[in-house]
């Protein structure tokens, strides 16, 4: 119900504080977001950060409650070292 108010959204991805991706999502509905990080935008070993931004948000007309979207999985996996 939120969609149809909103219209399409950005995600924006980030790795680190960098833009690896922004995506744009013209339909309601689930996603799947793939894309390999740069080797070199990775801290290691030590934590490094994901983030997503959407560029704008629903506001509940009742009682001014944002919401974006909901997440519902992640998963990392590292690629095989280069021999």
Not at 8 to 18: A, C, Q
Not at 55 to 68: H, N, R, T, Y
């Amino acid at each position: 119900y939120t969609f149809k108010d909103t219209g399409p959204v950005e995600i924006s991805f980030y790795i680190n504080d960098r833009l690896l991706a922004a995506e744009r999502y013209a339909t309601p509905g689930e996603r799947m977001f793939e894309k390999p990080a740069p080797a070199d935008w990775l801290t290691g070993p030590g934590d490094n950060f994901v983030k997503m931004e959407i560029d704008k948000l629903w506001k509940s007309p009742i009682d001014g409650l944002e919401v974006g979207f909901i997440l519902s999985g992640t998963g990392f996996v590292q690629a095989p070292a280069a021999k």
